[in-house]
């Protein structure tokens, strides 16, 4: 579908970002072509169904893209945390302003979720890099094949600073490619929670001179200030700070360096020994949490009737199209 739209249809997301997104375009049903989808939606099954991945728009993420087009970027990048009640919208806001920035040509840098990295980990190592640390090599390497799909043309752009050294025999040199610290952690899987740290450390000391905007989108921010399930040999608990992971996750989270923007969602949803209603930043951030202590908010509200029925519109229309076209199929 091409053009404006009326209310209640779906229209493609790339011709929406072609035109000036207006507040009277909430509402409307936004479909995301198949290469955007895999990797932005890659934790939602839902997709598979019409094999199609389709965003309502709301009103923060159109306010957010403002704030978004006006940022001066040589000041040090804002942080927006989205927040709201369960079920509002937060993960899908999020997940459009991740499209938003990728069509803009912004390297992204998402965490689909937080939680993920502080519970049900299957394999914990001690880092080589950091006797202190603990790596989390399984969910390493499965960020990286993530970030490589999405930000591959970036990979090839952006060099090495410095010389890196992964085992007696491996390196990657100064000036060598960011793909190739990449490859080093898909490779050699035990090497993934430092090539993670690697890719984050190179990215955010460049991103100030200007070759490429920087967005950090991390959904259920708060996981990386709360408490882990994670237990190390001798079963004491292992805080969110000894997880190589989360450890260089939270410098990104700090606002020390320029060049783009940090979106986050609070979220209860998978957040560990919290209440079911809590929703709050206070409630979910805590008191003291140093990387987040200041922030641009961004509330949702519950959804509203209309939001009901351009859904079942939109759901009786698709349904229909997959119906037909089984049939041609036949």
């Known amino acids: 579908m091409t053009?404006?739209?009326?209310?209640?249809k779906a229209v493609d997301?790339?011709?929406?970002?072609?035109?000036?997104?207006?507040?009277?375009?909430?509402?409307?049903?936004c479909s995301v072509p198949a290469p955007g989808f895999l990797f932005i939606f890659c934790s939602f099954s839902q997709i598979k169904t019409f094999?199609?991945?389709?965003?309502?728009?709301?009103?923060?993420?159109?306010?957010?893209f403002t704030y978004l087009k006006s940022s001066n970027f040589a000041h040090p990048a804002v942080r927006y945390v989205i927040?709201?009640?369960?079920?509002?919208?937060?993960?899908?806001t999020l997940c459009h302003v991740v499209h938003y920035c990728t069509r803009q040509g912004w390297l992204v840098l998402h965490i689909p979720d937080a939680h993920l990295w502080v519970k049900n980990c299957r394999e914990l190592i001690q880092s080589s890099y950091n006797k202190e640390r603990l790596d989390q090599p399984l969910q390493?390497?499965?960020?990286?094949?993530?970030?490589?799909?999405?930000?591959e043309r970036f990979l090839k752009e952006i060099k090495t600073q410095k010389k890196y050294v992964w085992g007696k025999r491996e390196s990657t040199e100064e000036g060598?490619?960011?793909?190739?610290?990449?490859?080093?952690?898909?490779a050699r899987v035990r090497n993934a929670s430092d090539a993670v740290g690697v890719v984050l450390k190179e990215i955010k000391q460049q991103c100030h001179l200007g070759?490429?905007?920087?967005?950090?989108?991390?959904?259920?921010?708060?996981?990386?200030?709360?408490r882990t399930t994670l237990k190390k040999e001798d079963k004491s608990p292992v805080s969110p700070e000894e997880l190589s992971l989360v450890y260089n996750l939270r410098k990104m989270m700090m606002n020390n360096w320029s060049g783009g923007a940090i979106v986050t969602t609070l979220s209860q949803t998978g957040s560990l020994f919290k209440p079911s209603s809590a929703y709050l930043p206070q409630e979910l951030l805590g008191k003291v949490s140093p990387g987040l202590f200041l922030f641009f908010p961004f509330t949702l509200g519950n959804k509203q009737k209309?939001?009901?029925?351009?859904?079942?519109?939109?759901?009786?229309?698709?349904?229909?199209?997959?119906i037909t076209y089984s049939f041609i199929l036949l």
Not at 13 to 29: D, G, K, L
Not at 51 to 64: G, H, I, Q, W, Y
């Open 83 to 92: 927040y709201g009640e369960k079920g509002t919208g937060k993960t899908m």
């Open 140 to 151: 390493a390497s499965f960020w990286l094949k993530n970030f490589k799909t999405s930000n």
């Open 51 to 64: 094999n199609e991945a389709c965003l309502m728009v709301r009103k923060p993420a159109l306010e957010l």
């Open 306 to 322: 209309s939001w009901f029925g351009n859904c079942v519109h939109f759901r009786v229309a698709a349904f229909a199209l997959w």
């Open 3 to 8: 053009g404006l739209v009326e209310k209640g």
């Open 211 to 226: 070759s490429f905007r920087l967005l950090v989108a991390v959904d259920g921010v708060n996981a990386l200030w709360g």
């Open 13 to 29: 997301i790339q011709t929406r970002h072609s035109t000036n997104q207006r507040w009277n375009h909430a509402r409307n049903s």
């Open 176 to 186: 060598r490619p960011l793909g190739e610290v990449v490859e080093q952690g898909l």
